[in-house]
């Protein structure tokens, strides 16, 4: 089955710890996303990838990296400056960046 | 700055109405529109995607239609049901190539 996975699905970080959280898809999508969901809001853009060994900052980039080494996998790192990093986690792809986006399950951060 | 507004926050309809959930944009500079459902938990599933250039999208019970001088999109439900039960999240892919989403209807519907 051709899909986007996710994990861990729940994270706990404590104060000053990185934190990785992991996306793949099988899809061959070239496009992939990370966005961000505080509850009762609409998702927030963290990062985009139009292909490998590139991507772009969305709205709110400042706390988090990424990388695009492969083209199959977009992991995201929530870093000691991300002040607010409890939150849930998504990861999307699309075949280029004005098609369709698939999304993953999610993972849940919370900081302890 | 563009930004998305869905209304109403929540809507809560008996089993076999027909509902119309409403999304608007203040900037008609948009590349297309897709509408989402999300379930308590669980990632978006795309229901929609509207191209600049279209008026309209149909999938069985759903229709979707954008007016992109008015920076207006609804979607249509046709005779509702539990299962239609969820958030739905219209977004808007704009300038930069970045995805801006609304904060959602929650939908509830009574058996």
């Known amino acids: 089955d051709g899909g986007i996975t996710q994990s861990p699905k729940y994270l706990f970080r404590k104060e000053g710890q990185n934190v990785t959280l992991s996306c793949e898809q099988n899809?061959?999508?070239?496009?992939m996303y990370w966005y961000r969901q505080d509850p009762g809001q609409g998702l927030r853009l963290i990062y985009y990838?139009?292909?490998?060994?590139?991507?772009q900052k969305g709205d709110i980039a400042e706390g988090y990296s990424v990388s695009r080494e492969k083209k199959e996998s977009f992991p995201l790192t929530v870093t000691s400056a991300q002040k607010n990093p409890t939150a849930f986690y998504l990861c999307a792809s699309s075949g280029g960046l004005t098609d369709t986006q698939y999304f993953g399950p999610g993972t849940r951060l919370t900081v302890l | 700055k563009q930004e998305v507004t869905q209304i109403p926050a929540a809507l809560s309809v008996p089993e076999g109405e027909n509902l119309v959930l409403n999304c608007s944009f203040t900037?008609?500079?948009?590349?297309?529109l897709q509408w989402f459902r999300q379930d308590p938990g669980k990632g978006l599933t795309s229901l929609l995607l509207?191209?600049?250039?279209?008026r309209e999208q149909t999938s069985g019970r759903l229709n979707a239609s954008l007016d992109k001088s008015s920076g207006r999109s609804t979607l249509y439900i046709a005779a509702s049901q539990p299962g239609d039960s969820a958030t739905y999240l219209c977004a808007v892919l704009v300038g930069g190539f970045k995805t801006i989403f609304g904060a959602g209807t929650r939908l509830f519907v009574k058996a």
């Open positions: 990838s139009q292909i490998v060994n590139d991507f």
């Open positions: 899809l061959n999508h070239d496009a």
């Open positions: 900037d008609s500079a948009i590349y297309n």
């Open positions: 509207i191209q600049s250039s279209q």
